[in-house]
Every structure is written in C-alpha cells, then in structure tokens.
C-alpha cells in the first residue's frame, strides 16, 4: 500500500490530488447548519496541509448523512466548508454540485496551494449504487478531476462506493495518515493485544455488535457491556426489564453468548431507571434485576459504574465502543464519564471506537489525549475486529 509520504516524495506541486475526507460531522439538533463535533474535519488536516503546503491543488469530495441520491439541503457540505476553512486559516473553495459545471470550473480554475471540496458525494446516485456500472461511470466522473487518489476516510472505508472503491482504481492511489493510523491501531487489538484485555461494548443494540462479540470473545478477558444492549442480556438471565430497549428475538442468542463466555461477560449490577425517555424524567437507581415494569434504563447505576471501573483498572489493552447511557442528557451522562475516566487511567492501551463513544468524550469535556486512539470509524473498527475485508482498504492494497 502506498503512502501519502510515497505521493508527497513523488512531488505533488502543480498537480491535482482527489481527497477522499470524512467530514460527516454531527450538526447542533437546536441550532441547524452549527456543527457539534469537528473532530472528523479535525482529523483530516494534516493531510490536507501537507498537500497544500506542497503545492498540490486539493479536491476534497466527502459525504454527508444519507440523502436519497439527489440534492438535499438538509445535508449541504456549505458550513463544513465554512469551518475546514477555518481549521486551515485558509478559504476553502465549495462548489454547488459534485461532478458538475460548478464543480468543473472550480476544479479547472484552481491553483498551487489551494483546497476544494465538493458538494455532498451522495447527492448522486452513482455514489451508493449497488449496479457496477452506474457506480463506475460516477466514479470516471469524479478521477477525471485529478491526477492523484489520496484515500484519508476511515469512517468511510467499509462502504463500497464509488469515491471509496472504485475512484483509487483510476488513479494512481494512496492512503492517508489516518487510514494508516487507524488500521495499524486495529490490527494491534486484534491480532497482537496486550492481556489483560478489556473490552467495553455499548449502544443499543445486540445484534448490531453480535458479530464483533463473537470474534473478540476468544480474546478477551472481560466483555463489560452497558447501553442499551445490556438488557437483553439482563432479560437472557430472567430479569424483568420493564420498558427499556429489548431485542426479543437476541434473548436466547445472549444466553448462548452468555454460556460461552463462562464468566467473561460482566453486566450492571444497578441501572438508572427513568419514567420516560426526557431529562426532566423522575428517575432512580433500582437493582439490574429488579426494573419496574413502567420504567425504562437510560444509564448504568454507580454500583455498575465501579464495577466497570474495576474490572478496567487492571487492563493493558482496552476497546470501547459504545455509549453506556443516554450520556446526551444530563441525569444519565455518568455511566459513560465514569467508565470513560476509568479507562484514561489504565497502564496501557486504550483505542475509542468511534461514533457515539468519540462523540461522548468531547461531548463530556474529557482529555483526548489520554486515550490511546479516538477512531474516526465506528463501524469501520467494528468491521475490521470482526475480520471482513473493508472495500476501501482493499482498494489502496491493489
């Protein structure tokens, strides 16, 4: 796999660089067009500095939530464009369209330094599209841009579109620093951790972290797990869990995870328990095993919370991906920060898996730099540690 340090040797001065970016970058729900969290933006700049400070002329092409294949306001790239300019104390050019007259003359008129980025990838169908063909004739549209294929998308690279796959197969292609980061960094928790090794799963679903639990198990000496997942695995062991997210059909699945881990797998002891899904909920702490059947968990309780931490204490290597409660709202933020700090303090390597887990730590205000590595791909990480091929990591390889 070539490198950017490979393409930046090569010289780069005068000539046209396709940066594929993840700027899918969460926005203020109260406050539409605010970006939230930049830390996707934040994570691409070296890239796109070392480009421009070379003298490339840089196209940035990214997507942006999941519109339908055509225009969509709700998920224009303008304000991303707004604040990447901003990180690179540059302007940004933005173009008002992906492959089209906009985006040619901009991409024509450009010059030694400066940076592009085009409108919403997924604006055109091409991009997601499942027909070969139609995903081949966007991508000639979006290589007959530049002279060069930089792929520095993490959170992108296990979708087989066409800016991901099929785009690095016109161009002569490279992988970012990120990329390169965030595969050396997965590889290492997967094939080569150090023990003891933790890994805390979250979120809301059982099924949709089913395949990674079944990988990691062997591996692993304590599987911690929170969020709403938890309960169906609580359900999986009898408890009532009164209106709290269950996955029924998941209940003997956990059972048999349950069985298997022999012990490994550590759940919550107590949950916060709310009359409602709203920060103005009453709520109270009640025993995991005794939810009352009008409440539903939105958090694991203190109890749990040490337990967690405990169990962590004593790790060389964790993975974390997942929130362990609603930690947007307020009255239910602690799990989360509690495991969270837990985890900054351990004597070894921890890796944040992205998403909503690497959204919770700037949301909470906690040291990024204590963690090992903050991914910029949940499901991408969660991908890879169940042993699939990710389509934009196999293009670069080619």
Same mark, same amino acid.
Request: aromatic content about 6%; charged content about 20%; overall charge negative.
């Given at each position: 796999?070539?490198?950017?340090?490979?393409?930046?040797?090569? /010289?780069?001065?005068?000539?046209?660089?396709?940066?594929?970016?993840?700027?899918?970058?969460?926005?203020?729900?109260?406050?539409?067009?605010?970006?939230?969290?930049?830390?996707?933006?934040?994570?691409?700049?070296?890239?796109?500095?070392?480009?421009?400070?070379?003298?490339?002329?840089?196209?940035?092409?990214?997507?942006?939530?999941?519109? &339908?294949?055509?225009?969509?306001?709700?998920?224009?790239?303008?304000?991303?464009?707004?604040?990447?300019?901003?990180?690179?104390?540059?302007?940004?050019?933005?173009?008002?369209?992906?492959?089209?007259?906009?985006?040619?003359?901009?991409?024509?008129?450009?010059?030694?330094?400066?940076?592009?980025?085009?409108?919403?990838?997924?604006?055109?169908?091409?991009?997601?599209?499942?027909?070969?063909?139609?995903?081949?004739?966007?991508?000639?549209?979006?290589?007959?841009?530049?002279?060069?294929?930089?792929? %520095?998308?993490?959170?992108?690279?296990?979708?087989?579109?066409?800016?991901?796959?099929?785009?690095? !197969?016109?161009?002569?292609?490279?992988?970012?620093?990120?990329?390169?980061?965030?595969?050396?960094?997965?590889?290492?928790?997967?094939?080569?951790?150090?023990?003891?090794?933790?890994?805390?799963?979250?979120?809301?679903?059982?099924? %949709?972290?089913? !395949?990674?639990?079944?990988?990691?198990?062997?591996?692993?000496? &304590?599987?911690?797990?929170?969020? /709403?997942?938890?309960?169906?695995?609580?359900?999986?062991?009898?408890?009532?869990?009164?209106?709290?997210?269950?996955?029924?059909?998941? *209940?003997?699945?956990?059972?048999?995870?349950?069985?298997?881990?022999?012990?490994?797998?550590?759940?919550?002891?107590? *949950?916060?328990?709310?009359?409602?899904?709203?920060?103005?909920?009453?709520?109270?702490?009640?025993?995991?095993?005794?939810?009352?059947?009008?409440?539903?968990?939105?958090?694991?309780?203190?109890?749990?919370?040490?337990?967690?931490?405990?169990? *962590?204490?004593?790790?060389?290597?964790?993975?974390?991906?997942?929130?362990?409660?609603?930690?947007?709202? !307020?009255?239910?933020?602690?799990?989360?920060?509690?495991?969270?700090? !837990?985890?900054?303090?351990?004597?070894?390597?921890?890796?944040?898996? /992205?998403?909503?887990?690497?959204?919770?730590?700037?949301?909470?205000?906690?040291?990024?730099?204590?963690?090992?590595?903050?991914?910029?791909?949940?499901?991408?990480?969660?991908?890879?540690?169940?042993?699939?091929?990710?389509?934009?990591?196999?293009?670069?390889? &080619?």
């Amino acid at each position: 796999m070539k490198t950017l340090d490979d393409l930046l040797g090569e /010289g780069v001065s005068g000539r046209r660089v396709f940066v594929r970016a993840d700027l899918n970058v969460p926005f203020d729900k109260a406050n539409p067009g605010v970006i939230s969290d930049d830390g996707r933006a934040r994570a691409v700049l070296p890239t796109l500095i070392a480009l421009r400070d070379a003298g490339a002329r840089v196209i940035v092409a990214s997507h942006l939530g999941r519109p &339908k294949g055509a225009p969509d306001p709700k998920f224009t790239l303008a304000p991303v464009a707004q604040r990447l300019g901003e990180l690179l104390g540059s302007s940004v050019v933005f173009t008002s369209d992906t492959v089209g007259p906009s985006a040619s003359a901009a991409v024509q008129a450009l010059e030694d330094g400066q940076v592009l980025l085009l409108e919403n990838l997924r604006f055109n169908a091409g991009e997601t599209s499942k027909d070969d063909a139609e995903r081949g004739a966007f991508a000639d549209q979006l290589a007959a841009f530049a002279d060069f294929y930089v792929d %520095d998308a993490f959170g992108a690279v296990h979708r087989k579109h066409a800016s991901v796959y099929d785009v690095p !197969a016109r161009l002569p292609h490279y992988a970012g620093g990120l990329v390169l980061k965030e595969v050396e960094v997965l590889k290492r928790v997967s094939e080569s951790p150090e023990q003891p090794y933790v890994v805390v799963l979250g979120g809301s679903k059982v099924s %949709d972290k089913l !395949a990674v639990i079944k990988a990691l198990l062997p591996t692993v000496d &304590k599987l911690l797990v929170g969020g /709403g997942m938890c309960f169906t695995f609580l359900k999986a062991q009898g408890h009532e869990v009164g209106k709290s997210l269950l996955e029924a059909e998941m *209940i003997s699945v956990c059972q048999g995870l349950l069985a298997e881990a022999d012990g490994r797998i550590v759940l919550p002891v107590d *949950i916060v328990a709310a009359t409602e899904f709203s920060a103005d909920a009453t709520h109270d702490v009640v025993a995991a095993s005794e939810i009352p059947a009008d409440r539903l968990g939105l958090d694991i309780g203190p109890k749990s919370t040490e337990l967690f931490a405990s169990a *962590i204490a004593g790790a060389k290597t964790v993975f974390w991906n997942g929130p362990m409660g609603v930690f947007e709202l !307020a009255p239910f933020a602690a799990g989360t920060r509690g495991v969270a700090e !837990a985890i900054t303090k351990i004597d070894g390597f921890s890796v944040v898996g /992205g998403g909503d887990s690497a959204a919770a730590v700037r949301t909470l205000g906690l040291d990024e730099s204590a963690f090992g590595h903050i991914s910029t791909g949940g499901g991408a990480s969660l991908e890879y540690l169940e042993g699939k091929t990710l389509p934009g990591v196999a293009a670069l390889e &080619k």
